[in-house]
């Protein structure tokens, strides 16, 4: 695709349920990174996937958060037993390998009550 | 463990004003430093990417320079215009882990 793409842009849940975001990075990008944006809060880094090396989820907060990327394709970050503290902006970026020109999707707004 | 700082937190100018927006780190091993610029709601918006052998580089009325060295890298905007207003974020990828990292932005006002 012409960008990074992310799904759903807005996601609004009961505290306890469980959420998925996904992202579609730009086609040939090996590089994949979730980062976390509070509500005036800089960016918080959650987990780099890069080709089919074992990704580095040093950033994960919990054991509630988790994350898949199938091949250089799409990516999906998982959150179970959701808490208001999760709620937040969750970005999505990718690059050409690890140092290259990193591109960001327009984010998932996710709102726990 | 890389820490961006930039300064100032928050800006504002009079249209048609040149400002510098500062960056700065404390490992200078790095890969490369970007510049990003957030509007309200939005995600990040790529403005420029340095390589650590660069020390300039320039797109229209922006332009980013990178001291490694000293750690210090500063986003000039020429001839402010009040669509410039946003959050501008600086990032840099350094040597150790793979993750950018952030500063926390400077929010830049520019009234006309």
């Known amino acids: 695709g012409a960008g990074v793409s992310q799904s759903p842009s807005n996601k609004v849940t009961e505290k306890g349920k469980d959420v998925e975001l996904r992202c579609d990075p730009i086609?040939?990008?090996?590089?994949l990174y979730w980062y976390r944006q509070r509500l005036g809060q800089g960016l918080e880094f959650l987990i780099y996937f890069q080709g089919n090396s074992a990704p580095d989820k040093s950033g994960l907060p919990s054991d509630r958060f988790s994350a898949e990327r199938t091949g250089e394709s799409v990516s999906t970050l998982t959150i179970q037993r959701t808490q208001q503290e999760d709620s937040a902006v969750y970005l999505c970026a990718s690059s050409y390998g690890s140092i290259g020109e990193l591109f960001f999707g327009e984010g998932s707004r996710l709102t726990v009550l | 463990k890389q820490e961006v700082t930039q300064i100032p937190a928050a800006l504002s100018v009079p249209e048609g004003e040149n400002l510098v927006l500062n960056c700065s780190f404390t490992d200078s091993a790095i890969y490369n430093l970007q510049w990003f610029r957030q509007d309200p709601g939005k995600g990040l918006t790529s403005l420029l990417l340095i390589q650590s052998s660069q020390r300039e580089q320039t797109s229209g009325r922006l332009n980013a320079s990178l001291d490694k060295s000293s750690g210090r890298s500063t986003l000039y905007i020429a001839a402010s215009q009040p669509g410039d207003s946003a959050t501008y974020l600086c990032a840099v990828n350094s040597n150790s882990g793979y993750a950018l990292n952030f500063g926390k932005g400077t929010s830049l006002l520019v009234t006309p």
């Open positions: 086609s040939g990008h090996t590089a």
